[in-house]
């Protein structure tokens, strides 16, 4: 079983077209985390949602807007997409916000914006 | 938040030991020192964590200095599929939604394992 999933793996668009990627978890876990990797291969958070409730909000743009339905997902839509947006989207999980936890990793979505 | 410095790039045989160095020379008492890995075209994958005492789980080992201001993350006998990207990253308490609740990645260590 997938602990943590993520769909579409590849997403391939045109600049200023909305695009969403969608994620869940089956580990019974209460916070989720969105994070960016560039073309650089730099890992950096996005958002971190606990109990659907917005808990870290990096300098991201407005474009981008997480959306948590329950615990088990978290969604990320982006409007207007930009070149700088292609990279690479991983989106985590952990049981609590403790800097002590472990935190699990989907496999990515690639985004592609031409 | 506190650094970590580590090696850009390491090499080693297979099935013989790796042992990765991370320098924090700035971790505060309450820092956890934790250890993440990336193997190619997939995401980070949690490998160990400790805070004062040495630790070992089925992947790894992780050895901390005396004055914790250095680790040594210990695999000990690599493979292949050892062969990845490691990342040393200190966490510790901080207000809700602060910067130590997030995982922090550098650029880490990208380690080759030769057949």
């Known amino acids: 079983d997938t602990a943590v999933s993520q769909t579409p793996k590849y997403l391939v668009t045109q600049m200023g077209n909305d695009k969403s990627i969608k994620c869940e978890q089956n580990?019974?876990?209460?916070?989720m985390y969105w994070y960016k990797q560039d073309s650089k291969k730099f890992l950096k958070i996005m958002f971190s949602?606990?109990?659907?409730?917005?808990?870290i909000n990096e300098t991201v743009p407005n474009r981008f807007s997480p959306k948590s339905p329950d615990k088990a997902h978290l969604n990320l839509h982006i409007n207007s997409l930009e070149l700088g947006d292609s990279a690479v989207y991983f989106c985590?999980?952990?049981?609590?916000?403790?800097?002590?936890?472990?935190?699990?990793f989907g496999p990515g979505t690639r985004l592609t914006v031409l | 938040d506190a650094k970590t410095t580590q090696p850009n790039s390491m090499e080693s045989n297979e099935e013989e030991p790796v042992h990765l160095p991370c320098n924090h020379s700035?971790?505060?008492?309450?820092?956890?020192i934790h250890w993440y890995r990336q193997l190619p075209s997939q995401g980070p994958e949690y490998v160990i964590h400790?805070?004062?005492s040495n630790v070992n789980n089925r992947m790894a080992s992780l050895a901390i200095a005396e004055d914790r201001k250095s680790s040594t993350l210990i695999l000990h006998r690599a493979t292949l599929r050892d062969a990845a990207v490691y990342y040393c990253?200190?966490?510790?308490?901080?207000?809700?939604?602060?910067?130590?609740?997030?995982?922090?990645f550098g650029k880490g260590t990208l380690l080759t394992v030769n057949p």
């Open positions: 985590a999980s952990s049981q609590g916000q403790g800097y002590y936890n472990e935190q699990f």
């Open positions: 580990l019974g876990h209460d916070t």
């Open positions: 949602y606990n109990n659907k409730e917005l808990i």
């Open positions: 700035t971790i505060s008492g309450t820092d956890y």
């Open positions: 400790g805070l004062t």
């Open positions: 990253i200190l966490r510790g308490p901080g207000i809700r939604g602060g910067s130590n609740y997030k995982l922090t």
